[in-house]
């Protein structure tokens, strides 16, 4: 990765519930203002975050941990779910098929970089967005 050493680094856990993620995308854009991303960028990562957040608080377990890292050329966005196995959770209650499941699609349109991962603490999601 490029330049990491004179990177920006953020990190903000939060309980994963659907609650937590307004609260992930509004530190996210707050941060992105001070590092002074353009709009679009802005506007596309705080997308990126609530996607990535929202899956976690979903189907993951009960905790979750943002990191933003800004290099030269991408701003890097990882969620992880993390913590004791919880119970299943119940489906999201309006059910609509159209509202639901193209989140990690969006993303990856929108990605230079996703990768996807599941180890003995939770899931873990990537990814590289490219910043000006």
């Known amino acids: 990765m490029n330049n990491r050493r004179n990177a ?3 990190l903000l ?3 994963a519930h659907r609650a937590s993620v307004g609260s992930a995308r509004h530190f996210a854009e707050a941060l992105l203002r001070q590092w002074r991303l353009t709009e679009d960028e802005r506007c596309t990562a705080v997308l990126v975050v609530g996607e990535l957040a929202a899956n ?6 009960p905790h979750m941990a943002l990191r933003l890292t800004l290099d030269t050329d991408f701003l890097h966005v990882g969620v992880r ?3 004791r196995r919880s119970a299943p959770r119940r489906p999201c209650p309006d059910g609509d098929p159209d509202e639901h499941g193209r989140g990690l699609g969006i993303v990856d349109a929108l990605a230079a970089r996703m990768e996807i991962r599941r180890d003995a603490a939770g899931w873990c999601v990537d990814v590289d967005l490219p910043v000006g």
């Open 8 to 10: 920006r680094h953020a």
């Open 13 to 15: 856990l939060l309980p």
């Open 56 to 61: 976690a608080a979903e189907h993951g377990r």
């Open 81 to 83: 779910d993390h913590g």
